[in-house]
């Protein structure tokens, strides 16, 4: 068995093909506001905003913060997929052995916390034993957990996970496992699956799908992706505003710039949060 240890430099939100893209510049008011809205957001009350703002502030480079703040949460949360989020961005932000909760989760008899734990590992790495992830993508019973499995294990280099998740995206008939496939082809997979990716838009059922599938093409450099997600930024629907603020940054969309900057001050805090995160690491 090998022993995974999965480089948080090679895990960071940088897709194929956008490292080395001109950057942004902010201004001293507008990057403290992004701030404000991280520091806010990691105080809420709302849990998953908070671990949002978490990830972003580690991307900004206070990972130190976010390790203070997170740390006690961890100690006393019982539900394992709150646990998966607090261990990840621990992880994230520098604690590596926080992952070893991960895979200790995907052990667990009880499911309640098998996909969380797949879907981080993937997003921060791991060190130590990949048993548990490799028994998570051998069993088919449940799909996302193989769909998030092999997420974990292709982004790691595993040929036989990434044949998987293209497969999927290319069969799969239902559109809440296909547009996952698909979501994570535009993160770790390259320009051949472009095409792909795009031959699915026409199935899909509702704009919340076409979206996701859109921002994978954006992610993989597609201008007819791009010019989608600029619109996405607009969305009546506050699900997809968001995500298309994380893609923004992770495609390197500069052009986004001011769009981002005005989401700044979106009703929903999951905006907000994701537009700060997308402007701060497009200034870096």
């Known amino acids: 068995m090998k ?4 480089s948080l430099v090679l895990l960071g939100l940088m897709s194929i ?11 001293a008011t507008t990057r403290a506001k992004c701030l404000k809205v991280l520091r806010d957001g990691l105080n809420s009350a709302e849990f998953w905003p908070s671990i949002h703002a978490a990830e972003a502030l580690t991307l900004a480079g206070k990972g130190k913060e976010v390790r203070k703040f997170l740390e006690p949460k961890l100690k006393t949360e019982t539900d394992d997929q709150k646990r998966c989020g607090l261990a990840r961005e621990l992880s994230r932000a520098g604690d590596k052995a926080r992952s070893q909760v991960l895979l200790d989760i995907l052990k667990k008899k009880d499911d309640h916390g098998h996909v969380h734990a797949a879907e981080s590992l993937y997003k921060v790495g791991w060190t130590g034993d990949g048993k548990p992830i490799e028994a998570a993508f051998a069993q088919t019973s ?10 974990a294990l292709g982004r790691n280099g595993n040929a036989e996970a990434m044949t998987y998740l293209r497969d ?11 547009f996952i496939s698909a979501w994570v082809l535009g993160r770790i997979g390259d320009k051949s699956d472009i095409e792909l990716i795009r031959k699915r838009i026409p199935d899909a059922p509702d704009a919340w799908t076409k979206a996701f599938l859109e921002h994978s ?8 992706g791009r010019q989608a ?11 997809i505003r968001i995500y298309a603020a ?5 495609a390197r969309m500069v052009s986004t710039k001011a769009q981002l900057i005005k989401l700044l001050d979106d009703e929903n805090l999951d905006a907000r949060i994701r537009a700060a995160q997308a402007l701060l690491v497009l200034s870096r």
Do not use: Q
């Open 3 to 6: 022993n995974w240890t999965v």
């Open 17 to 27: 093909g956008t490292a080395g893209a001109e950057g942004i510049k902010l201004d």
């Open 142 to 151: 449940n799909v996302r957990l193989r769909l998030m499995a092999a997420a």
């Open 168 to 178: 999927r995206t290319r069969e799969e008939k239902d559109p809440t496992l296909y």
């Open 217 to 224: 093409l954006a992610n993989l450099g597609d201008p007819e």
């Open 229 to 239: 997600l600029v619109r996405n930024l607009k969305s009546d629907d506050a699900r």
């Open 246 to 250: 994380v893609f923004a940054g992770e």
